[in-house]
């Protein structure tokens, strides 16, 4: 796939460049010296994470998701509200590792694996290559080759004993049962031997290159088009806009955080975003960037005065007091409840009703049970 950024093009998409360039700019710097800073990034990722869901077109709760990242789910987690959480887990993989990590092959390498745990779990680059002392007719290029193969085995013999109790003869069977066809396989439990993943995802990183000579935003946008176009992940789609919000971390653009895009790319219109005009396409992401950004801004502002309005609260309190270790837990969490408060805290439940009324937040379940608290 070719990015050729002509003259003309670049022309058009400057007003466009100029203004997320600036954008991004000022996020960062309120990000990095807004005492609430820590506090809107760990927010950001709950609402980037339900951003990704709602841009694949299905609905997550923030608050919802809250609770099931504190274990403490009302009901049982839906599949969607399962990937949110397998979003915003990534989202604190890639902030806590180094700013080129996501982008590299073993940072890939575990991000598309989904190991979390770290990279020491992830295999080598040479892990499954045959060795010289192997024969050349195994296949030991798929990783879980015996694993599939035990599987179609299991599927053989299961579909020889529905055909028996249904009165076929065991003469009447074929010796081995083929496999099942991977093209007839809806569900794709198996692949496609069509669809590489691993040559798209080489495909997309021979971008990166040519998007480290753009501008920030500029490269943060190509290389979130061409992750819509290559697809190299069916399963794992949202992962390509926190790539680039890794991308624009380690080019130093937004390095006080992990930029959140999807929170922007929700207010631009489906119409744009899936346009067949490149130009358009871009434009539309950078857009999307100058909205993640301001809406951004307008939080730090929002978290900025709650903490004010609390810190008066226990101003010329002891020094041992829990309301401000109370304080950064509220700025940090889109809600919270009293077992999320006590837990935190190491306090009973009683004590974190007491702590809550007199920090004095707002309370926005309007129920007297299973209540729930936070800066609106």
């Known amino acids: 796939m070719r990015y050729d950024i002509d003259a003309a093009t670049l022309q058009t998409l400057l007003p466009a460049i100029a203004g997320a360039e600036d954008a991004l700019a000022r996020l960062d710097e309120r990000a990095a010296r807004s005492p609430v800073g820590q506090g809107f990034a760990e927010r950001s990722h709950f609402f980037d994470a339900a951003g990704a869901l709602w841009v694949a077109g299905e609905l997550v709760h923030v608050e919802d998701l809250v609770l099931h990242d504190a274990h403490m789910d009302s009901r049982a987690p839906s599949h969607e509200l399962t990937i949110a959480h397998s979003v915003l887990r990534t989202r604190r993989r890639i902030e806590t590792a180094d700013p080129g990590w996501a982008l590299s092959p073993t940072g890939l390498g575990v991000l598309t694996a989904s190991t979390l745990e770290g990279e020491e779990s ?160 871009l434009q539309a992401f950078l857009g999307a960037m100058r909205e993640s950004a301001a809406a951004g801004l307008k939080e730090i502002d929002r978290l900025s005065l709650a903490r004010t309005q609390m810190e008066l609260r226990f101003r010329g309190r002891r020094s041992n007091s829990s309301l401000p270790q109370l304080a950064d837990f509220v700025l940090s969490r889109p809600m919270v409840s009293a077992a999320m408060v006590a837990r935190e805290l190491g306090v009973t439940q009683r004590g974190a009703l007491n702590l809550i009324n007199e920090i004095g937040i707002r309370e926005f379940t309007g129920r007297g049970r299973y209540r729930a608290w936070g800066i609106i």
Not at 198 to 214: N, T
């Open 122 to 281: 992830v295999p080598e680059a040479g892990a499954f290559a045959p060795s010289e002392s192997e024969p050349d007719d195994e296949d030991d290029e798929a990783p879980l080759a015996a694993e599939i193969a035990e599987l179609d085995a299991l599927l053989a013999r299961s579909q020889r004993l529905l055909d028996r109790h249904a009165g076929k003869t065991a003469e009447e069977e074929p010796a081995e049962a083929a496999p099942p066809q991977r093209d007839d396989d809806p569900l794709g439990l198996f692949g496609d031997d069509e669809w590489n993943e691993e040559e798209r995802l080489q495909e997309w990183r021979g971008l990166i290159p040519f998007a480290d000579e753009l501008p920030p935003s500029l490269a943060a946008a190509v290389l979130f088009d061409a992750w819509e176009r290559i697809e190299p992940l069916r399963r794992q789609h949202w992962l390509g806009g926190l790539l680039i919000a890794s991308s624009l971390r380690a080019r130093g653009k937004v390095a006080s955080h992990l930029f959140s895009f999807h929170t922007g790319l929700k207010q631009i219109r489906h119409e744009r975003r899936r346009s067949r005009d490149r130009l358009t396409r």
